[in-house]
């Protein structure tokens, strides 16, 4: 069991806008705001979307977002696009540790 | 270009002995972090433990601590991940990943291609 808690799936249509869950405790999401969110399409390696639960690296597209509210930090994906079809994971540091969530599919319908 | 190379696929057998590399390149690897992940297939993302190869200060998380060792050899710019005695449950997909920003290592980006370990009899 991951240490923070993803939907197993999501569904959209191109164009739509989705959010993904993260949810975890006092000790990690509630209390840190280093949450980020990584997207791993199958067989390579992830990649950093967003970072500081709202900050996007350079080269990120605007279309990604990431917010929080108490143990729960979400992670919004507006306009849709068939290149978006991938696995999604947030983490957070806990102590002195970072941890993940148990990853969260997106199928672009 | 920051690069995370890594070294190739492995088949071992349980009991074996088993060390990954991580070369860096286009950065100044003594100033950032460098941390290990392993993915199991079909599951998540798990944080093994970070080094600093500045200094060698390493740090395990709790599930793994005792369990591998990490370690770094600044002067070839790479990092490694070893086993003294594997098992079947430590088949997985290990990556290595360096942090965006020189000044932490909450965050990673980018990764290296990963190394898949398979260990069986």
């Known amino acids: 069991q991951s240490a923070l808690t993803q939907p197993a799936s999501v569904s959209g249509s191109p164009g739509q806008s989705i959010t993904i869950s993260c949810t975890g405790t006092s000790s990690d999401v509630g209390v840190y705001n280093y949450v980020s969110w990584y997207q791993q399409h199958p067989g390579k390696a992830p990649k950093l979307m967003i970072y500081d639960v709202t900050n996007r690296p350079s080269g990120v597209s605007n279309r990604f977002s990431g917010s929080k509210s108490g143990n729960t930090a979400s992670l919004t994906i507006s306009g849709l696009q068939a290149e978006d079809e991938a696995d999604y994971y947030c983490s957070s540091k806990r102590s002195s540790t970072v941890v993940f969530g148990g990853g969260t599919k997106l199928t672009v319908l | 270009e920051v690069q995370l190379v890594q070294s190739g696929a492995e088949v071992k057998k349980p009991g074996e002995s088993l060390k990954i590399s991580c070369k860096g390149s286009?950065?100044?690897?003594?100033?950032?972090?460098i941390g290990w992940v392993r993915q199991i297939p079909g599951k998540g993302l798990e944080l093994m433990g970070i080094i600093y190869p500045g200094d060698s200060d390493t740090r395990y998380s709790p599930s793994f601590q005792g369990q591998v060792t990490i370690s770094a050899d600044k002067s070839i710019n790479t990092a490694y991940l070893q086993w003294n005695s594997l098992k079947a449950s430590d088949s997985a997909m290990y990556y290595c990943a360096r942090p965006p920003f020189d000044n932490g290592w909450y965050w990673f980006d980018p990764w290296g291609q990963g190394t898949l370990v398979t260990v069986s009899s």
């Open positions: 286009g950065y100044t690897f003594t100033k950032y972090w």
